[in-house]
């Protein structure tokens, strides 16, 4: 076995409470921890995808149990993928929140930065659908800490809603679980994978009920109407490296409805009848729409930022719904940009709002640095609203392109076009408000006979996260062509449910390469040495004749 699988989860878990017991008191020694931490955190990450970049499959045993009885991880493109992006958006907020000082305003921040960094990566890692729970409780409990970080009634009101309904969602997910344990008799997502199929369709009521109670508790995390009002105010009054943080956060939720739903409850389940794709897409068409009027309508920069969040959810997720490989690497494309883009976002707003009265769009006294600002803002506008030259324009494109079915076109395109649009109005408001009327507008007046210091200019510390952001989003335009052509492995990779369970229930293990052609195991599809590898009802025939294949 590959020991550095575990290294993701494990490293954050062991630095984290060092930091809470030993350094709580000594915010160099806590700093000093968390960088150390998260620079190795994003040596291994980049290690990891190397591992997996010719397609092979790696799984991790805990106490060397076989898969479906012991714990395991699994190593694949997307796993690996998305624990690298962890690293890099990790590292980007962490230099962020050290250089404006943000981390210093409390005294666990940056313990809970490490636990919150190890239930996201043992989230995206895990094998199971049992220990996706375990993992997605103790990002949430870290990530209630952090919201409230500093304190302030505003924050507290926000934090307090937040947690109320992601306890709700931990509550649908436990039942959930029981449901689905009730149904198959195993939490183990490739087990599941072969048992769910089995199911005659008239005995599958109870898998439908598991399958969309996981999806509401998904469409949770993701922020999918209609239970995405927590997160404006949520991220608009959380601190900006944190708001920033929590941009891979409604990732987590995107990532578990890829992975289970292609996998579990996919288009290839008769018994599912295509429901949870059809619930999504409604649903991802109506969170396009809200987060576009948001933005539009929004008095202050922090929540007009969180709406444009909800609006690239809402993009994002319409590609997802289709569970078609083409639109499924689109949107893998997206999520790339849209988790960088909404970070340079809350790290260029921070920059702003810590040098105004307040975050609200109305013309006051232009800030230290007013022309440096109105460039990073613009940048990241652009991206997010999804214009050219930068990615976000390249994303919407891919999803656009893919989303040519008869059902899909009409609202699909339309509300991803007309979102952007009103996004860029938005956007282009608020630039206009704080960085060009602002120009005009002359300074307040002492109202004492000593005036108050003026604002410091920002140093190059607390600019180079931004700057290397929007540098990100830059680089992930140019390389366009290599990145999707890696994203399109990882969606066949995906796709491939004979392949994902052969490598985690084959004991013997030890990485194994699975094709990238999409859709193998639709039934009677010819494989790559010409033969045929019947699949739908009999699911375990089509393992074993995976397995020999893959002996041969």
Not at 32 to 58: E, K, M, W
Not at 158 to 171: E, F, P, R, W
Not at 369 to 386: D, E, K, P, T, V
Request: net charge negative.
């Amino acid at each position: 076995m590959n020991h550095w699988i575990i290294a993701p989860v494990i490293l954050p878990a062991m630095i984290a409470p060092l930091i809470a017991f030993v350094m709580r008191y000594d915010i160099t020694l806590a700093r000093a921890a968390s960088f150390a931490s998260t620079l190795g955190l994003l040596a291994i990450s980049i290690g990891l995808t190397v591992t997996v970049v010719d397609g092979d499959v790696h799984v991790y045993r805990l106490g060397d149990w076989p898969a479906p009885f012991g714990i395991v991880l699994v190593l694949d493109r997307l796993s690996a993928l998305m624990v690298l992006l962890t690293a890099i958006l990790a590292l980007l907020t962490l230099i962020h929140s050290v250089a404006t000082g943000w981390d210093a305003k409390g005294r666990h921040f940056h313990a809970l930065f490490q636990f919150q960094l190890m239930g996201i990566c043992g989230a995206f890692l895990t094998g199971d659908v049992f220990n996706l729970f375990v993992f997605f409780e103790v990002l949430l409990i870290a990530s209630y800490g952090l919201m409230i970080h500093s304190g302030g009634v505003a924050r507290m009101r926000s934090g307090l809603q937040y947690v109320i309904i992601n306890l709700a969602g931990s509550t649908l997910f436990l039942f959930a679980l029981g449901t689905l344990y009730a149904s198959t008799g195993t939490l183990n997502i490739a087990d599941l994978s072969q048992k769910v199929q089995q199911i005659p369709t008239d005995e599958a009521g109870l898998v439908r009920v598991a399958a969309i109670l996981l999806m509401a508790v998904f469409a949770v995390k993701a922020a999918v109407f209609p239970v995405q009002f927590w997160l404006p105010g949520t991220y608009a009054n959380a601190p900006a490296p944190v708001a920033a943080l929590f941009a891979i956060m409604t990732k987590v939720g995107a990532y578990a409805i890829l992975r289970i739903h292609a996998l579990i409850f996919g288009p290839h389940v008769a018994s599912m009848e295509g429901l949870p794709g059809d619930m999504l897409f409604v649903g991802a068409i109506i969170t396009i729409a809200i987060g576009a009027f948001g933005v539009l309508g929004a008095k202050r920069l922090m929540p007009l930022i969180a709406f444009s969040v909800v609006g690239s959810m809402g993009t994002l997720m319409v590609a997802v719904a289709a569970f078609e490989p083409r639109a499924v690497t689109a949107a893998l494309y997206y999520l790339v940009h849209s988790t960088f883009a909404a970070a340079a976002l809350f790290l260029v707003a921070d920059l702003v709002v810590s040098r105004r009265a307040d975050d609200r769009l109305t013309a006051q006294a232009p800030v230290v640095q007013n022309g440096l600002f109105a460039a990073l803002f613009f940048g990241g506008a652009i991206a997010m609203a999804g214009m050219p030259p930068l990615s976000g324009f390249l994303g919407k494109l891919l999803i656009l392109d893919a989303l040519r079915e008869p059902g899909h076109i009409v609202p699909a395109w339309t509300a991803i076009l007309a979102g952007s649009l009103l996004t860029i109005v938005g956007f282009a408001r608020a630039g206009s408000m704080i960085f060009w009327k602002s120009t005009a507008t002359p300074a307040p007046l002492p109202v004492t006979d000593t005036p108050a210091p003026e604002p410091a200019p920002a140093t190059a510390l607390e600019v180079a996260p931004s700057i290397a952001a929007l540098a990100l989003l830059a680089a992930l335009a140019l390389l366009a062509g290599p990145i999707t052509r890696y994203l399109d492995a990882t969606t066949g990779e995906l796709f491939d449910r004979t392949g994902y369970i052969s490598a985690v229930l084959d004991e013997n293990n030890a990485g194994k390469q699975i094709h990238d052609d999409h859709g193998r195991d639709e039934p009677g599809e010819p494989q790559a040495d010409g033969a045929s590898v019947p699949h739908g009802a009999d699911d375990a025939e089509a393992h074993e004749a995976d397995a020999e294949h893959l002996e041969e």
